[in-house]
């Protein structure tokens, strides 16, 4: 049914970069003759699922929304794909992103843009549109993403369906495409909060591939998700969250949301996270930095396109630059350069040793509010969906959309984007941010606005 739900819309969503048909009936069909014949199955045993294609598999290709990649198959699978297969979940494909999950909106992809399924001039979010607006257009029940900035939560905001960002470690990392090490983190994107912890409960986990994979077990989320008591429950209203800048429909659904949680028992607070102002620049100096560094590998020799220069020696230099001048994009080259500099010998203190100490501040900040506060909510994005085009050519406004999403990732706490409502007709999200280790909060609370 996913398949043929495909079929129909994706000509439009452009939500799938490549779709898996064979190998999702014949898992499918496995599943059918083991439950035929009484077997005992995983939970998750048939649904289907949509894989971000920063996540490496193996018979299918992996682009990473680069032309780089072009063709590239992947040796290996990640981690979370083998859980996957695992669990017998027939995978439907790889969805569509911005090139090295460098965006908002999606239209940072090499394949073209992925359309918003509430309205198909606006974008799905990014940097993971893609599983978004599968999930959003019912061409699947889950999907994976990767949220380094908030590419699950303000994708899973402007479509209308529940993102997660697990703690930092919870999670393992070996075989996503490095964008930022340090703040990479592999989620579920899904239609209900309880969807979400089932899935978080099949890819999460420690894993020796992962030197920052954490060793506890993964915890008891679904029946978190399924509890759904916030009787007592202390939330935090993050003052530098909201106000300026943050659209007032966003403001209208998010004043609903604390009063539904206060009829449900919770107890609302406000905090104060005053370095949270200075995260956004911060993450703008550490996120590129970072993947100049992870990028270099891609040379022309290790992976995927090779480009030789056109006139002139063919030095390893110079296939090395024909190569990346035209396989990486205008954003994925603006954050090379950006990175290089922010890194480069007498600048790295003033900007990526200052990023790192505004790190520093950040986590404090939430360590404050964790001493008042159970869990904190704030605004997912400070829009909904906008329309395709409207902040392409302008990289700070694009940058804006990540306001509230990019605190979680310097601190590695876990984050929930949860629908909030409707304003003009279009998805608000609900952000919660727990402890590090504490994700089964936010599904317990992330149950109450469904
Ligand atoms: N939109 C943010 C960025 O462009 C976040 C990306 C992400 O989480 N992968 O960096």
Known sequence: AHLDRIAEVDGSVNAFLHVNTEEALAVAADVDKARAAGEDLPVLAGVPIAIKDLIVTVGQPTTAGSKILEGWMSPYDATVIKKIRAAKMPMLGKTNLDEFAMGSSTEHSAYGPTRNPWDLDRIPGGSGGGSAAAVAAFEAPLALGTDTGGSIRQPASVTGSVGVKPTYGGVSRYGAIAMASSLDQIGPVSRTVLDSALLHEVIGGHDPHDSTSLTDPVGALAEAARNGDVRGLRIGVVRELQGEGYDAGVQERFDESLELLRGAGAEIVEVSCPNFRYALGAYYLIMPSEASSNLAKFDGVRY??????????????????????????????????????????????????????????????????????????????????????????????????????????????????????????????????????????????GHVLE
């Not at 350069?337 to 520093?360: C, F, H, M």
């Not at 876990?414 to 280790?437: E, N, T, Y």
């Open 304 to 445: 995927g396109q090779r480009v030789l220069p056109t006139d002139g020696p063919l030095t390893i230099e110079r296939v090395m630059g024909a190569t990346r001048a035209a396989g990486f994009g205008d954003e994925v080259k603006r954050r090379i350069i950006l990175g290089t500099y922010a890194l480069s010998a007498g600048y790295y203190d003033a900007y990526y040793g200052s990023a790192q100490k505004v790190r520093t501040l950040v986590q404090r900040d939430f360590d404050a509010a964790f001493a008042q506060a159970d869990v904190l909510i704030s605004p997912t994005a400070p829009t909904t969906a906008f329309k395709l085009g409207e902040k392409l050519d302008d990289p700070l406004a694009m940058y804006l959309n990540d306001v509230a999403t990019i605190p979680a990732n310097l601190a590695g706490v876990p984050g929930i984007s949860v629908p909030g409502g409707l304003a003009d007709g279009l998805p608000v999200g609900i952000q919660f941010l727990a402890p590090a280790r504490e994700d089964a909060r936010l599904y317990r609370v």
